[in-house]
């Protein structure tokens, strides 16, 4: 009754793959092997500073966020509180990680929301990939990622920036296209070309908006720590997995505080920076 379509496309796909790595093998080598270089960078940079530096910084970063002080006290006592669970290792592996990823999908998902916006017909081709960027199952392309660039941290930085990126693109497209008419108008009256009408005008408005998706960008990132310590990523993702292939639910427990606690640090930050963008841009409004 059904003409038989998955066994040629299994081929074709299992056929890409062998082209793809027989051809340009050493390309892809080479760019994991960079890559590798700037996450072992940044490991290597919080892992060889003093716990007591990298607390101070977060509490630091934090009052600047959000100018609470109980919650950039309370922020650094959580990060405190991973290092007391004996987790600071793995917490500062998964730090770098994710710093990557999320500039990865940061650096493309920002461009890519901005011409959704600015074309109808780009969004139109743009919104099934993302469609098929979110609901495929992660071990899809965790397998020909692994494939082209080897088990370890590569991989798992390829398909965090998969999984994870589609709601910067989506929610930059979104705000872009919710800022006001009549401001536009105002810009376009005021004689600003299209370059000063996105970065003077579109983008701040927007902003809120875009903080919002890298927050959500940020918060599936951390979510991929377990799957990603499945091919050697190691990290927090790695004590949880190690838990769970023991039946040790106690190690499991720890492991999954661990990610918690970096996930309230994470997400409290991105908020109280999204929170005082609206209420400078209310105090602005307010004076005008």
Do not use: C
Not at 212 to 225: D, H, P, S
């Amino acid at each position: 009754m059904f003409p038989d379509l998955g066994t040629p496309l299994r081929h074709a796909v299992n056929d890409a793959l062998d082209w793809l790595i027989v051809t340009h093998g050493n390309s892809f080598e080479a760019a994991a092997g960079f890559l590798l270089g700037i996450l072992g960078a940044i490991e290597g940079v919080l892992r060889g500073a003093h716990p007591a530096v990298i607390l101070g910084a977060v509490a630091v970063a934090a009052f600047a966020v959000t100018r609470r002080p109980v919650t950039s006290v309370l922020l650094a006592a959580g990060l405190w509180g991973v290092g007391a669970l004996g987790l600071w290792d793995q917490a500062m592996q998964t730090v770098a990680l994710m710093l990557v990823a999320v500039s990865i999908a940061a650096l493309f998902g920002l461009p890519i929301g901005i011409l959704m916006a600015k074309s109808n017909r780009m969004r139109a081709v743009a919104l099934p990939v993302l469609d098929f960027m979110q609901t495929i199952p992660i071990f899809v392309y965790l397998l020909p990622a692994a494939m082209l660039f080897g088990l370890g941290k590569v991989p798992a930085v390829f398909a965090t920036v998969i999984y994870a990126m589609p709601p910067l693109v989506r929610l930059t497209d979104l705000g872009l296209r919710g800022v006001d008419h009549e401001v536009r108008e105002a810009a376009n009256a005021f004689g600003a070309s299209r370059r000063q009408l996105l970065f003077k005008v579109e983008l701040p408005l927007a902003l809120p908006t875009i903080l919002q998706g890298l927050n959500q960008t940020t918060m599936l990132a951390l979510g991929m720590v377990v799957v990603a310590s499945m091919i050697g990523a190691r990290g927090l993702g790695e004590t949880v997995l190690v838990g769970l292939q023991r039946n040790d639910s106690g190690m499991g427990l720890i492991g999954g505080l661990g990610i918690v606690a970096l996930a309230m640090l994470l997400d409290r930050m991105t908020q109280g920076y999204g929170r005082r963008v609206l209420a400078r841009r209310g105090r602005k409004a307010d004076s005008t």
